[in-house]
Each structure stands twice: as structure tokens, then as C-alpha cells.
């Protein structure tokens, strides 16, 4: 079982007590001690309210890569607050900074008022968020695969820092986005970054299963899990991958009344990979999750294979290189 | 009762692995720098150590040179992007500025005047933004199909780009701009910073770019080869302070400088010819051929002079004097493109730690200077030696600061904190 732990770090509108960037890291480290597989951080921006946290995701990720070494350092961002070049940029960076340790969680749905702070007055539909997104996205993992993993020569003696035949242009031109490439960050460690994918809709199902590594889907019932399930299986097998390549894991509400028997019910009865627990917004959650429910969680010993790999790839059985 | 002297500033440019095109092939150059954290972050605490005011991150949303076979052998086609490796930096030390560039052709300001707010509060209120337009059709290709903006366009752009982002620094009321390239509603969803918003850096030398600077600049990096060229840049932009109602002090302005120090000029000397004889032939044209406006330079002997070329449209005023210089001096193509190679446009002093201090020191007390960039010929080794022979000297002197007195970068450059 595959379990991550996510929060919405700037949430907590009217929250007295901010958390710090030491405060976020300790509760990081603990999850990391508790061998939960990665973290998931959104920011929500544009929200039009002073937010409890100071920090966006992004930048927040790369400061707890310096300060932890196993658990996977996943960040929401946003399709309509980047442009597809920026931000393959930031998630590879981050990716090597971490040693190959990042995803970036894409949502389908549009944030609240996003459009209203990123020059678009006029605000942009839903379908077309969509379709841009889609198009977003491919760019990203496009431009992520821009250098072969063997680019790098290093030979100072021959005068050859890199193979030019191992650089290759992306040259996209779409509906949204023309983008030449190639990325000027190096291949990642883990292959690519984690590409998360949540806010799914119907129509997205069989775009999901071509592209992402992990989906997130909402908390709903066992029946109803178990058939999202299958159903997200088969369509990534009709996408020509295997199905396990792709973790779906369901979003828990973790509140102090977290039903450790319900996941094991849902895990048991094979209608998911995993779970992310949502954190409620608050400072005091973190450390609440972290000193009572990862005990507990610990204490049942649900399973989870035992990974060799370094990488976040690894630690999710998602393949994809394991390299230093 | 002893008056303090007047200090300089200094920054740390990071760039790829040092500023000499040929840094990465310097046999203890670390070469892995593009692909490296704990290297930069070791970089970032020598510069601490040394007191330093900043480090300085230059940026390109894309390849520096469109030639891929003269791109693979240089050092500069991959590395980390600058804000997340200052991020991860500003966890990792305590007291030194830590800036960034940024564009304002490829970024929106909600989402750039957040990311740097995140990364103020991350140091504790030491981080910075150097503003840039992107002037590269390298990057453009990266942003869609419509090309490079003509230069005024660009600058409009930035003009209001600044103008929003101090906006959503300043404070809690919600902005409602609507402006000819942007709109943003809200208020920015971050508190505000330790220093009041994080320092405004730039340094475009164009009018445009001096007039920019000259209303929102805290910090201006410049480009002189001579005193002079930089006495004539510092009065130039001091004196267009007033017309915003700004005083001379509020903008520190903080030319480049490539330093190559030994204990003896000879071992110096050494030092730097070295790694000039680095420079690959066809890289060296290459950068001389693009500086130089003249496309086919590869077409002449490497050891014959200069070929004589009808002027060009594009060409500069300084690049006819580097044109006519070589042809008095007898320089061949590849002593002319070594030099240019070698320095990039900035100023490069060669001798030991007490001809280096007074060079620093003559610029900035004959007020060409407030501190400068510095900008080692590659690292970890320029940095180090600057940092153990450069700095004690400057120290003893009375020009630099023995130990950090302020907290944020503000307080490092003795910056007013915004209103």
C-alpha cells in the first residue's frame, strides 16, 4: 500500500499561527521517519485572502529536499499561473536538487480566481482549461525527455561537456502552445518527475491513463472506488501501458477520527494502490497527523513492498531508473 | 570619535561553471556544478564566510547558443533553474542576499511577485529580483511562435510588470489593475516580508533599461571595461534618480568584475593564460563572430587579422573600437577572440590581492562604483582565493565588512525598507 499525506499549505485563512518553514520540515521528516511514501503540497493561489502560510509550494519543495532524504516531494502548480517551459524548468530542477525524488501534481480543475490574477478578465472556460492543460502537460513530459540520459560527457580533456547528437528539440506547435525546447536543466535521476494528476473528470479518464504516473481520485464509496479503479486499469491497458505502471490512489479526509479499518477495507478489496490523506488546513494538523495518526498506521504495519530504490519512481514501483 | 568609512558592496555571480567560457575544462573546475546542489550550496557558504552581501543567479528560459556543436563544448546548456536552487540555498545559510533573475517577457507578476515573496520568507527577508526583458530569440522560440517583442514593447511590458509586482509586495489591498499587458485582482495571498519586499536588481544599459532602473531599482549591476565607461554609467544613473524623487543613495550600482588573483602578478598571469589556451578555436570565433555582428568570421585564417568587413547596421560604437584596436595592435582573429572569450564584456583584473584592492578601490572611491559583482573565472578555485586573498585585504583596508551587521539583504546594501 502506498500512502501519502497531502496539505494545502495556504489554506488556513485567519489562522493565528503561521507555520514556519521549520515547523513544515520537522512535520516532513516525521512522515519520512514513518516511511509514508511522499508528501503532497498545493498552495491555492489567487484565492483573494491573506493566507495562514508564507510559502509557495514549489519554492517550499526545494527547501525540504536540502533537509530529507527518502520520502517523495510532490507540489501542485498550476497550468494557468505558468507557462509549460517555466515550469518543466522548476519540477526538473527540483528533481535534481532532490535527487529524483519530485512530482508535480497537475489538477484538470481551475483554481478560483486564478484567471482573474493571470491577465485573463475575461476568464477562460472550463472545456478549454481542459484542453490547454492537456496540451500543458505533454509539453512538460515532452520537454522532461529532452536530454538522453547518457547526454552528459564531461570530458574536459576532449573539449566535449556534452553529446549534441543526445540534445533533441521538442518543436511543439499546438492549439494553445508553440515551444522549441530543449529544457536547459539535465535529464532527471528518476527518468522524469512524478507527474500527479487529480480533478479528474469523466473526459479525462482516458487522458490520465496515457500520461500519468499516479492519479488521485476522491474518497467515495468501496463499490464505487473498486469500479474507478478497474475502470482506470483497463483504460491504461487499452493505452498501450501496463496497468501498473499508473498508482491510483484515493484522497482520505484525515481527521482525528481516521478509520484505519476503512482503508485497510478499501486496500483489501484491491480498489486502489493507496491512499493520500488530506490534512485538514490547520497548523496544529500537522502535528496532530504526525504524533497520533502515523503511529497508529505504523503500528498496524500495513503492507508495503519493500523498495530498494532511492527515487520516488522506485519507492512507487513505477520503474524508470534508480540512478544516484 | 572615528567616522565610519563608507563600505563597499559585494556580490557572488554564480554562473554554470565560472564565468571563463572555458571555466569547466579548468582541470579543478567542478564540472558536475550544472548537476550538483551540495556544490552550490558550498559556494553559497564560502561567500557567507566572506561576508558577502549576495549571491546573484543571471537566467535564460533557454540554450545560450543556437550553434548545438558549440554549445556542447561549453558548460552553459544545462544547470539548475535559479529560484529553486535559491530555495533550496536560503535553508541552508543564514545571512547572505540570495538573487534571482527573472523575465518579465515569459512570467506573469501574481505569479512571480508570489514565488519571490515564498522565497524572502524562506531567507528571512534575503532575497532579490533581477528584472530582465529577454533579448534572446532563443528563449522566445520557448513562448510561443510570435517571436521577440521590439525592444520598446519589451520595456513597456516591464514598466507595468514592476509597477504590479511592488504593488502586490506592498500590501493587503486588493489591486484591481488592468493594465495593457496585465490584470490581477487580488491582493497577493502571502504576508508580507521581513524586509518589506524583496530588492528590486537590474541592469539594462539601454535608455530604456537606465530609465527603468532609475524608478525602480534598488540595486543596478553594470558592465565597464574602464573607469571612465564606469564613472560615466554611475553619474549617468544617479543623476536620473531625482526625477522619480529618489535620492543618489537608494540605488547601489554594482559593476561586474572578473578577478584572477595569485599571491605574486606572475603566478597570476600564469594563471589566466592557462585557461585562455582552453578557449576551443571554434568557440572563441563563435563569440566574437555574434559580438561582433560579422556571421561568417570562420571563413578567415584563425591566425590572420581581422578581414576588412563594410560596416554594419547593427554595429555599435564599441565594437568599431575593438575593430580598429586589433588592426593598430596587429591582433590576429584568435588573440581577438580569446579576449572577448575571456571576459565577456566585464571588467577583468589579473594581479595579487593588493593590486586588486586598489583597483577596487580607486573605482570606488573616484565614485564609479558602490561595490561590485564578482565574477570568478571558474570554481570552486577563483571564489576561494578571492574569498582568502581578496577580501582580508579589502578587510585591513577598511572597505569591507568584518562581520554582517543587519539581517536582511536590505540592511547588507543599507536600502530604505518600502513604504
Known amino acids: 500500500m502506498h500512502i501519502a499525506v497531502s496539505f494545502n499549505i495556504a489554506s488556513a485563512a485567519g489562522q493565528a499561527a503561521e507555520p514556519d518553514f521549520s515547523r513544515i520540515a520537522g512535520f516532513v521528516r516525521k512522515a519520512e521517519a514513518a516511511g509514508l511514501d511522499m508528501v503532497v503540497i498545493s498552495d491555492s493561489a489567487a484565492g483573494g485572502q491573506q493566507a495562514s502560510s508564507p510559502f509557495e509550494a514549489t519554492t517550499l519543495l526545494a527547501a525540504l529536499a536540502t533537509v530529507t532524504e527518502r520520502i517523495g516531494l510532490v507540489a501542485g502548480a498550476s497550468t494557468l499561473a505558468h507557462q509549460p517551459y517555466n515550469l518543466a524548468r522548476r519540477f526538473a530542477s527540483l528533481d535534481i536538487i532532490s535527487h529524483g525524488r519530485v512530482g508535480w501534481n497537475a489538477t484538470m480543475v481551475q483554481g478560483p480566481r486564478e484567471a482573474a490574477n493571470f491577465s485573463r478578465p475575461e476568464g477562460i472556460s472550463d472545456d478549454d482549461f481542459r484542453r490547454r492543460a492537456e496540451e500543458f502537460i505533454g509539453i512538460v513530459q515532452g520537454l522532461w525527455k529532452g536530454w538522453d540520459t547518457d547526454a552528459l560527457l564531461f570530458d574536459k580533456v576532449g573539449g566535449r561537456f556534452h553529446d549534441p547528437e543526445k540534445m533533441h528539440l521538442l518543436d511543439h506547435k499546438g492549439e494553445f502552445f508553440s515551444v522549441r525546447g530543449p529544457l536547459n536543466v539535465a535529464r532527471s535521476p528518476q527518468d522524469t518527475p512524478v507527474l500527479v494528476v487529480s480533478g479528474l473528470a469523466e473526459t479525462d479518464l482516458d487522458f490520465a491513463a496515457r500520461m500519468a504516473d499516479v492519479i488521485l481520485i476522491e474518497e467515495q464509496s468501496l463499490e464505487s472506488a473498486k469500479a474507478a479503479y478497474d475502470d482506470l486499469r483497463r483504460r491504461t491497458l487499452a493505452a498501450g501501458r501496463n496497468p501498473d505502471a499508473v498508482k491510483v490512489l484515493i484522497s482520505a479526509a484525515a481527521g482525528p477520527e481516521l478509520a484505519v479499518d476503512r482503508l485497510e477495507a478499501w486496500f483489501g478489496a484491491k480498489g486502489c494502490d493507496g491512499f493520500s490523506m488530506v490534512l485538514p488546513p490547520l497548523p496544529s494538523a500537522l502535528d496532530d497527523f504526525a504524533d497520533r495518526l502515523l503511529p497508529e498506521l505504523h503500528r498496524r504495519g500495513l503492507p508495503r513492498p519493500d523498495y530498494t530504490g532511492t527515487t520516488l519512481r522506485a519507492r512507487l514501483g513505477l520503474g524508470g531508473g534508480n540512478r544516484p | ?419
Open chain 2, 1 to 419: 570619535m572615528t567616522v565610519r568609512k563608507r563600505q563597499m558592496k559585494l556580490g557572488l555571480f554564480l554562473w554554470a561553471t565560472g564565468h571563463h567560457i572555458a571555466a569547466w575544462r579548468h582541470p579543478k573546475a567542478h564540472v558536475t556544478a550544472g548537476i550538483d546542489i551540495d556544490h552550490y550550496i558550498r559556494l553559497a557558504r564560502t561567500a557567507e564566510a566572506a561576508k558577502l552581501d549576495m549571491i546573484f543567479c543571471e537566467d535564460a528560459a533557454g540554450l545560450r547558443e543556437a550553434n548545438v556543436g558549440i554549445a556542447s563544448q561549453t558548460s552553459r546548456s544545462i544547470g539548475f533553474e535559479p529560484i529553486s536552487l535559491l530555495a533550496a540555498i536560503a535553508v541552508q545559510t543564514e545571512r547572505i542576499g540570495l538573487v534571482s533573475t527573472a523575465s518579465t517577457s515569459y512570467n506573469e507578476p501574481y505569479g512571480l511577485a508570489r514565488t519571490f515573496a515564498s522565497l524572502d520568507h524562506l531567507s528571512g527577508g534575503r532575497a532579490g529580483w533581477n528584472l530582465v526583458t529577454s533579448a534572446n530569440h532563443i528563449e522566445a522560440a520557448n513562448f510561443g511562435s510570435t517571436g521577440l517583442r521590439p525592444h520598446a514593447d519589451r520595456y513597456e511590458r516591464a514598466r507595468e510588470f514592476a509597477a504590479v509586482v511592488a504593488g502586490l509586495w506592498r500590501g493587503a489591498e486588493a489591486l484591481n489593475h488592468e493594465g495593457q499587458s496585465f490584470s490581477v485582482k487580488d491582493a497577493l495571498d502571502l504576508p508580507r516580508s521581513q524586509q518589506g519586499a524583496p530588492v528590486m536588481v537590474q541592469a539594462g544599459a539601454s535608455e530604456d533599461g537606465q530609465d527603468l532602473a532609475a524608478r525602480t531599482a534598488d540595486v543596478v549591476f553594470s558592465a565597464a571595461q574602464t573607469f571612465e565607461e564606469a564613472k560615466a554609467l554611475y553619474d549617468g544613473l544617479k543623476g536620473r534618480l531625482a526625477a522619480y524623487g529618489r535620492e543618489p543613495d537608494d540605488v547601489k550600482i554594482m559593476p561586474g568584475v572578473a578577478p584572477v588573483v595569485a599571491e605574486t602578478e606572475a603566478e597570476a598571469r600564469e594563471k589566466y593564460e592557462a585557461l585562455q589556451e582552453l578557449i576551443p578555436d571554434d568557440v572563441g570565433v563563435a563569440l566574437l563572430s555574434s559580438y561582433l555582428s560579422i556571421s561568417d568570421l570562420w571563413r578567415y585564417p584563425i591566425d590572420g587579422p581581422l578581414p576588412e568587413l563594410p560596416p554594419s547596421e547593427g554595429m555599435k560604437s564599441r565594437q568599431a573600437l575593438v575593430i580598429e584596436q586589433s588592426r593598430r595592435d596587429n591582433l590576429s582573429i584568435r588573440d581577438l577572440a580569446r579576449h572577448f572569450a575571456g571576459a565577456r564584456g566585464h571588467w577583468r583584473v589579473v594581479g595579487t590581492p593588493a593590486q586588486i584592492a586598489d583597483e577596487l578601490q580607486a573605482r570606488f572611491e573616484g565614485g564609479a562604483a558602490d561595490g561590485f559583482n564578482v565574477m570568478p573565472s571558474w570554481f570552486p578555485g577563483e571564489l576561494d582565493a578571492f574569498a582568502t586573498l581578496v577580501v582580508p585585504e579589502l578587510q585591513r583596508r577598511g572597505l569591507f565588512r568584518r562581520e554582517y551587521e543587519g539581517r536582511t539583504l536590505r540592511e547588507h546594501l543599507g536600502l530604505k525598507r518600502p513604504v
